[in-house]
Nanobody, 114 residues
Framework: QVQLVESGGGLVQPGGSLRLSCVAS????????MGWYRQAPGQQRELVAL??????NYADSVKGRFAVSRDNAKNSVYLQMSSLKPEDTAVYYC?????????WGQGTQVTVSS
């Protein structure tokens, strides 16, 4: 049973920063894609950032502001979010593709508001 546990969400003012963390219950290798999705109220879940090995890809809306990284020794993936905007408000889900199966965490709320 693969489990993903996120942490680090919260309330932040526009222009602020947050760092999300996610730990997987299995030993991950760099070949397994990991990353982050988000879902705002009334909208579909969208890909934010994905990292496989050292290759990272980002949604256009977050390029230059967000950075995804991973630590395979800790079975973890991170999302450093900077210059946050109100439109970044959403539930953020950790994602792992493990042995060709997709897994998501339970989600962590990020709210950007003054």
């Amino acid at each position: 049973q693969v489990q993903l546990v996120e942490s680090g969400g919260g309330l932040v003012q526009p222009g602020g920063s947050l760092r999300l963390s996610c730990v997987a219950s299995v030993n991950i290798a760099s070949i397994y894609p990991m990353g982050w999705y988000r879902q705002a109220p009334g909208q579909q879940r969208e890909l934010v950032a994905l990292i496989t090995g050292s290759n990272a890809n980002y949604a256009d809306s977050v390029k230059g502001r967000f950075a995804v990284s991973r630590d395979n020794a800790k079975n973890s993936v991170y999302l450093q979010m900077s210059s946050l905007k109100p439109e970044d408000t959403a539930v953020y889900y950790c994602y792992l593709n493990y042995r060709f199966q997709n897994y998501w965490g339970q989600g962590t709320q990020v709210t950007v508001s003054s």
